[in-house]
């Protein structure tokens, strides 16, 4: 049974930074993906990576903030978010896609993070 467990979230000031982990399936064609949503919005991409080449992406929110990366042996993929803003709140949810990243809604979630930063 493949599982997707996120942890990190909390609550934190406008300007800290936060650390979130995903213990994800560490297959070589997987990606793993960092979404989240915020209250009355949609479900909006935050960063996503390769397990094999470690390719990254990053939505426009993310940009210059974000840095997602990936421990192969622990089978575990970090987001790590600086300079946070009060727009970040939200819930994370980390997606492990078996087609590489093409197929997101189809991916296995997690139950998600709740990120809250304060003004």
């Known amino acids: 049974q493949i599982k997707v467990v996120e942890s990190g979230g909390g609550f934190v000031q406008a300007g800290g930074s936060l650390r979130l982990s995903c213990a994800a399936p560490?297959?070589?064609?997987?990606?793993v993906g960092w979404f989240r949503q915020a209250p009355g919005k949609e479900r909006e991409v935050v960063a996503t990576?390769?397990?094999?080449?470690?390719?990254?992406y990053y939505g426009d929110s993310a940009k210059g903030r974000f840095t997602i990366s990936r421990d192969r042996a622990k089978k575990t993929v970090y987001l790590q978010m600086n300079s946070l803003k009060p727009e970040d709140t939200g819930v994370y949810y980390c997606?492990?896609?078996?087609?590489?990243?093409?197929?997101?809604?189809?991916?296995?979630w997690g139950q998600g993070t709740q990120v809250t930063v304060s003004s």
């Open positions: 990576i390769t397990w094999n080449l470690g390719t990254t």
């Open positions: 997606v492990a896609d078996g087609s590489g990243g093409s197929n997101w809604p189809g991916g296995y």
């Open positions: 560490g297959r070589t064609n997987w990606a």
